[in-house]
């Protein structure tokens, strides 16, 4: 049975917006340092070490070199005793998978925005992009939020950098765009059900 297109409400735009600042958001934090030296989770400035999603950098201080820096680059690391297991920071894979679904929510939500008939993929793409996102969060906060204890006991003197807070306002950013998918998926349900009664009066009036 065919349906007409219908636009969507302004919901499903603005569920749009949300999606793509988060997932830009969750994008930059999966490629901080050392891919963007300059984003990272934490940084210690007495020893002046920048951690990020998949590795870590070291200025010269630290690594013997009397110019430069030291980089370190895998899926899964660890570094002494302040972030000790590589399976921690190796399931930190999931920011960047994160962000992977949350383009592919994203695109899903254009689609929507012009026809209203996709609405039921948005929904679904959009919950289960933001059910990665609380993982990751929860993940990043207790892994660097553990790691900042540590290295302020040990007077390291830790400091919060770009990507930490990205993750945070990513992961609200899909929360928020949860209740706004959710009224365009009703309007396309209700849309949908409102033509096949129509349709139906029609033949039988044919």
């Keep these: ?12 735009t603005l569920a749009a917006v949300a999606v793509f600042i988060a997932t830009l958001f969750f994008w930059l934090s999966a490629f901080s340092t050392p891919f963007i030296k300059h984003i990272h ?4 400035r ?14 010269g201080a630290l690594t013997g070199l009397i ?6 680059q895998h899926v899964g690391y660890e570094f002494g005793r302040w972030i ?3 399976s921690a920071t190796g399931a ?18 254009l689609h929507s925005a012009a026809d209203l ?6 929904f679904f793409l959009t919950i289960f992009t933001s059910l990665l996102a609380t993982i990751s969060f929860l993940l990043v906060v207790i892994i660097f939020g553990v790691a900042h204890h540590r290295f302020d006991d040990d007077s390291l003197r830790p400091r919060y950098g770009a990507a930490f807070v990205m993750v945070i306002l990513g ?20 849309y949908r059900n409102t033509n096949i009664t129509t349709h139906t009066t029609t033949a039988v009036r044919a």
């Design 117 to 122: 008939r996709s609405g039921a993929a948005s």
């Design 171 to 190: 992961w609200l950013l899909y929360l928020a765009a949860i209740p706004l998918v959710v009224i365009g998926w009703f309007r396309e349900r209700h």
């Design 46 to 59: 007495e020893n002046d070490v920048r951690f990020g999603n998949f590795g870590w950098c070291a200025e």
């Design 92 to 109: 930190l894979i999931l920011v960047a998978l994160t962000a992977a679904f949350g383009t592919f929510a994203f695109f899903s939500l």
């Design 67 to 72: 110019q430069g820096q030291r980089c370190y």
């Design 1 to 12: 049975m065919a349906y007409r297109t219908r636009r969507s409400p302004l919901s499903l």
């Design 84 to 86: 000790p297991h590589k």
């Design 41 to 44: 989770y934490i940084h210690t």
